[in-house]
């Protein structure tokens, strides 16, 4: 497609400059992209599947203390009653799930997109407000992953810890959050470049308000 049928017409500059950056037509180059892009991919879904393991490994921690509590309470088991710190271990563990499955979520349209106005659009107006909505979320995870590693670093200068039975420190369910969030700046500036070059949203919707 050309920069003069782009449907955004009023941006083939910004198009054709990204063209020669990331999709120069070089066989070398498309390749690259490509593998930059699968490489990609597969970070985000490497980053789900921990976030899985992280739920599943909750529930164990859950179904031990549950067992616990029913074994020396109703048996009366020579076992001891509570899992120090369990509370604190599943919080940190449900922070650092949720936001290690942002990334992946986000690529694969898992995130609720309310396209009650949209929706009704010509496509030319969809993909102008999709760009806009990838712009504004570029800035907000750029803006959330500076505070939060910046947080990182002050919890690792202060030795901040939990307050639990177990002291935690901090800095390292952070750092998961701030994995998980720097993925997901990533990934919207992936798809931003993405839906800026192929003249169309990349990200497919899987359920819509």
């Known amino acids: 497609m050309s920069s003069r049928d782009h449907p955004l017409g009023w941006l083939p500059l ?50 031990a203390q549950i067992f616990l509590n029913f074994a020396t309470r109703v048996f009366g088991l020579p076992l001891p009653s509570t899992i120090p710190s369990y509370a604190d271990f599943s919080g940190f563990m449900l922070a650092a799930a949720t936001f290690l499955a942002m990334p992946y979520t986000f690529r694969s349209g898992g995130h609720i997109k309310v396209s009650l106005v949209t929706a009704r659009l010509p496509a030319k107006a969809q993909l102008i407000a999709e760009v806009i909505a990838l712009i504004a979320a570029t800035f907000l995870t750029v803006f959330a992953v500076y505070y939060i590693w910046v947080l990182v670093a002050e919890s ?22 701030g994995i998980g969030m720097t993925l997901l700046c ?17 990200i497919a919707a899987s359920e819509e308000a």
């Open 186 to 202: 990533v990934a919207v500036i992936h798809s931003l470049i993405e839906t800026l070059l192929r003249g169309e949203p990349v």
């Open 14 to 63: 910004a198009k054709e400059s990204l063209a020669l950056v990331f999709c120069r037509p070089s066989a070398k180059l498309i390749l690259e992209g490509h593998i930059m892009r699968t490489s990609l991919d597969r970070i985000y879904l490497a980053a789900g599947w921990i976030s899985a393991f992280t739920i599943l490994a909750i529930a164990v921690l859950i179904s």
């Open 156 to 177: 690792i200068h202060f030795g901040d810890v939990s307050n639990g039975t177990i002291p935690i420190p901090l800095w390292i369910p952070q750092s998961a959050i």
